[in-house]
């Protein structure tokens, strides 16, 4: 059974950093796609950053390209986001995600390719 765990989320003001982790227990699928969504009150969940082995081939939204980075470490099985200049539309649950499909790049913020979840941590970004 797979699980996910978020943690690293919550209050920082404008231009602020914070750094989110996701530890997977039981997630076999090295190779796979893994990826960082948000979701705002009263708003669709986005897709952030996504992140796929072997090459660690990386894919961003535009709303945080050059702010937000992705990184994973296969041995720890742990997804991590960094977040940097945060703006107070950054404000979020952030959720991670990963798949047991195999899927190419143009499903890597799509959130119907994702059929692991945790339960969320929250960011606040205060102006």
């Known amino acids: 059974q797979v699980q996910m765990v978020e943690s690293g989320g919550g209050s920082v003001q404008a231009g602020g950093s914070l750094r989110l982790s996701c530890a997977a227990s039981?997630?076999?699928?090295?190779?796979?796609?893994m990826a960082w969504f948000r979701q705002a009150p009263g708003k669709e969940r986005e897709g952030v950053a996504a992140?796929?082995?072997?090459?660690?081939?990386?894919y961003y939204a535009d709303s945080v390209k050059g702010r937000f980075t992705i990184s994973r470490d296969n041995a720890k099985n742990t997804l991590y986001l960094q977040m940097n200049n945060l703006r107070p539309e950054d404000t979020a649950m952030y959720y991670c995600?990963?798949?047991?499909?195999?899927?190419?790049?143009?499903?890597?913020?799509?959130?119907?390719?994702?059929?692991?979840w945790g339960q969320g941590t929250q960011v606040t970004v205060s102006s």
């Open positions: 039981g997630y076999t699928y090295s190779s796979n796609f």
């Open positions: 992140i796929k082995p072997p090459g660690r081939s990386t």
């Open positions: 995600a990963a798949s047991s499909r195999f899927f190419g790049s143009a499903g890597a913020l799509l959130r119907g390719q994702y059929n692991f």
